[in-house]
C-alpha cells in the first residue's frame, strides 16, 4: 500500500522506521500472503482483521507519545490495516491520534472507533474535536453494565452522519448480563469484548448471540494485557505451530481470528515493532479447530 505522507510526518517517522528495522520479521515482511480481512455483518463491508487498540498507551499528548504514535500508526498502515480502537476516556490517545493523523491526510485510510461513557452530545462533540475528525467510523458505548441502556441516541447520530456504525463493550464478566441484554434489544453493529486464549467466557456467551444479532465482534484484551506474554517467557513456539504462526503473538491473535465470528482483534501497543509483529497475524493459514483445541490445552498446561 502506498502512502502520501506530509512533511511534517517525514520529520517524526525516521526513528520509527529505525524502531521497525529493528524488530521486523522477515517472515512478516516477505510474506506474500493477502491480508484477512471481515466483513462487518450490518454492511458486508470488509475490515483488516488486526488493528490497533489505544488504552494506557497515548496517555500523555507530548513529542515523545506522538513520535511512538505516528509510528505505529504508520506500520498499521505499511501492513495493510486500517482498524484504531481509542476512547474519550483513554488519557489524551484521541488528542495524539488527532495529531498524528489529521496533518498527514491519513484519516481517510483509516477506521477509526472510540467510546463514550454515556450518549452525551458534548462528549461526542469533544472526542471529534480532539480527533480531528467531522465522524467516527463506529461509536461504542464504553462499559455496558444495565440491561436498560438504549442505543437511540446513537442511532440518531448515525442517522445524522457523526458514526458510521454503533457498538457496545465491556471487558467486566459480571456485565455480561448487560451486554448480553443490549445486544439482543438494540442490535448495535459490533460488540467489543475481553476475549484471549486464557479468557473464553464471551466464547461462551457473547459469541453466539453477537452472531444471532449480526453483530461484528472486536476483542479487547486480546493479550490478556500482556499475561499471555509472561506465560511463555523463554519458551520456543511449538513446532506444531510453525504452519500458522511465526512468533507468539501471531499464535495468541490467530487463535481469536479462527473463530470466524471475529471481525477483528484490537491488540494494545506503543511499539512499531510489535505492531508489526501482530499484523503478521492478518496473513497466511488460520489454525483449524483441532489446532485451536491444542493451542487451549497448551496454555492451559503452563
Ligand atoms: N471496556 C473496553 O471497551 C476495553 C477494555 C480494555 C481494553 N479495551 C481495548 O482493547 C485494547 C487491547 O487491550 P490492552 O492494550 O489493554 O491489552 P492487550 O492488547 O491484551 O496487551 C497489551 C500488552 O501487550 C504488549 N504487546 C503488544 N504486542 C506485542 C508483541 N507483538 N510482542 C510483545 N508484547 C506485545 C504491549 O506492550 P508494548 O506496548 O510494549 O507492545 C502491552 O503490554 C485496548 O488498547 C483497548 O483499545 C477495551
Known amino acids: 500500500m502506498s502512502i502520501r505522507l506530509s512533511r511534517r510526518a517525514f520529520a517524526i517517522l525516521p526513528a520509527a522506521a529505525a524502531t521497525m528495522a529493528a524488530g521486523f520479521s522477515p517472515a512478516v515482511a516477505q510474506s506474500a500472503a493477502p491480508i484477512i480481512t471481515r466483513a462487518i455483518p450490518s454492511s458486508g463491508e470488509r475490515l483488516p482483521a488486526v488493528g490497533l487498540g489505544t488504552a494506557e498507551v497515548f ?31 483513554y488519557g489524551d ?42 465522524k467516527v467510523d463506529l461509536l461504542q458505548l464504553h462499559n455496558v453494565d444495565d440491561p436498560q441502556q438504549s442505543l437511540s441516541q446513537f442511532r440518531e447520530w448515525k442517522a445524522q452522519g457523526l458514526c458510521r456504525y454503533i457498538g457496545i463493550t465491556s471487558t467486566y ?59 511463555v517467557r523463554g519458551k520456543p513456539l511449538p513446532e506444531w505451530a510453525n504452519g500458522f ?3 507468539w503473538a501471531q499464535f495468541f491473535l490467530k487463535y481469536l481470528l479462527g473463530d470466524p465470528r471475529v471481525t477483528a482483534v484490537i491488540p494494545g501497543t506503543a511499539d512499531a515493532a510489535h505492531m508489526t509483529d501482530n499484523l503478521g497475524a492478518m496473513r497466511g493459514a488460520l489454525p483449524n479447530p483441532e489446532q485451536r483445541r491444542r493451542m487451549v490445552e497448551f496454555i492451559a498446561s503452563l
Open 59 to 89: 496517555d500523555s499528548d507530548d513529542a515523545a507519545t506522538r513520535q511512538k504514535a505516528a509510528a505505529v500508526v504508520h506500520a498499521l498502515l505499511a501492513q495493510g490495516g486500517s482498524l484504531i480502537d481509542t476512547a474519550s476516556s
Open 93 to 134: 490517545a484521541e488528542r495524539v491520534l488527532g495529531h498524528v493523523t489529521a496533518p498527514t491526510h491519513l484519516r481517510t485510510k483509516l477506521f477509526i472507533a472510540t467510546k463514550l461513557e454515556a450518549p452525551d452530545r458534548a462528549e461526542l462533540r469533544n472526542s471529534l474535536s480532539r480527533l480531528q475528525t467531522a
Open 245 to 247: 504462526a511465526g512468533s
Open 173 to 231: 464478566h459480571r456485565a455480561f448480563p448487560a451486554v448480553e441484554a443490549v445486544l439482543t434489544r438494540e442490535k448495535p453493529d459490533f460488540v467489543q469484548v475481553d476475549y484471549s486464549l486464557d479468557d473464553r467466557e464471551a466464547e461462551r456467551r457473547i459469541l453466539p448471540l453477537a452472531a444471532d444479532s449480526k453483530a461484528g465482534v472486536l476483542t479487547a484484551l486480546p493479550f490478556g494485557r500482556g499475561r499471555l506474554f509472561r506465560a
